[in-house]
Nanobody, 127 residues
Framework: VQLQASGGGLVQAGGSLRLSCVVS????????MGWFRQAPGKEREFVAA????????YHTNSVKGRFTISRDNAKNTMYLQMNDLKPEDTAIYYC?????????????????????WGQGTLVTVSS
């Protein structure tokens, strides 16, 4: 299984970007997918997650109302729409996917939930 993240770039504060994560290989059942980010000198942190049905989502508090996670199972692709970007959103964004069994909702923010990781895409927000 391979995950390929794309869509990062340089944007001014208040701007928008849409990240994509394409899954290839033996995709099988991926009951949950998520986005994490890592800023320079900081730990990798959870951003958002979505279950396989596409209707159950989880966004960390700092991005609620600004970021929206979605997925298109027919295209094996997950998205992260990021609006009203702030300089503190600057980071490398990683996509991740879990394996069965379906993780409980409370475990969606945990890195341990995800077995597969993409290579990351850099988002830089200038002030």
């Amino acid at each position: 299984v391979q995950l390929q993240a794309s869509g990062g770039g340089l944007v001014q504060a208040g701007g928008s970007l849409r990240l994509s994560c394409v899954v290839s290989g033996r995709t099988g059942d991926m009951p949950a997918m998520g986005w994490f980010r890592q800023a320079p000198g900081k730990e990798r942190e959870f951003v958002a997650a979505i279950r396989s049905g596409g209707t159950s989502t989880y966004h960390t508090n700092s991005v609620k109302g600004r970021f929206t996670i979605s997925r298109d199972n027919a295209k094996n692709t997950m998205y992260l729409q990021m609006n009203d970007l702030k300089p503190e959103d600057t980071a490398i964004y990683y996509c991740a996917a879990s394996r069965s069994p379906r993780p409980v909702y409370s475990m969606l923010p945990s890195r341990d939930t995800y077995a597969y990781w993409g290579q990351g895409t850099l988002v830089t927000v200038s002030s």
